[in-house]
Nanobody, 123 residues
Framework: QVQLVESGGGLVQAGGSLRLSCTAS????????MGWFRQGPGKEREFVAA????????YYADFVKGRFLISRDGAKNTVYLQMNSLKAGDTAVYYC????????????????WGQGTQVTVSS
């Protein structure tokens, strides 16, 4: 049974930072690509960032480039999303997901999802 558990969400002022974590269990973590998505109030879920297995390639949505950084630690089976210069528009539930193949910034192919962590940015 594959499990993805996110943590690190919370309330932060605009301009602040948060680091989200997603810890995986139940599969060979290092060989799987990982992604972060978000769903804001009244909005559809959207792609935020992704990282290939072993972390050699990263991908970002245009609206987070230069502000967010995705990374992974194979020893801890954990993928991170460092979020800087947060804006009110970044308020959303953030989900991590895994997929067996690195397909770049595409949203398809993810087969396991976490339960999400709430990020609220106050202006």
């Amino acid at each position: 049974q594959v499990q993805l558990v996110e943590s690190g969400g919370g309330l932060v002022q605009a301009g602040g930072s948060l680091r989200l974590s997603c810890t995986a269990s139940g599969r060979t973590f290092s060989t799987y690509a990982m992604g972060w998505f978000r769903q804001g109030p009244g909005k559809e879920r959207e792609f935020v960032a992704a990282i290939s297995g072993f972390g050699s390639r990263t991908y970002y949505a245009d609206f987070v480039k230069g502000r967010f950084l995705i990374s992974r630690d194979g020893a801890k089976n954990t993928v991170y999303l460092q979020m800087n210069s947060l804006k009110a528009g970044d308020t959303a539930v953030y989900y991590c997901a895994s997929r067996p193949v690195d397909s770049g910034p595409k949203s398809e192919g993810y087969d396991y999802w976490g339960q999400g962590t709430q990020v609220t940015v106050s202006s």
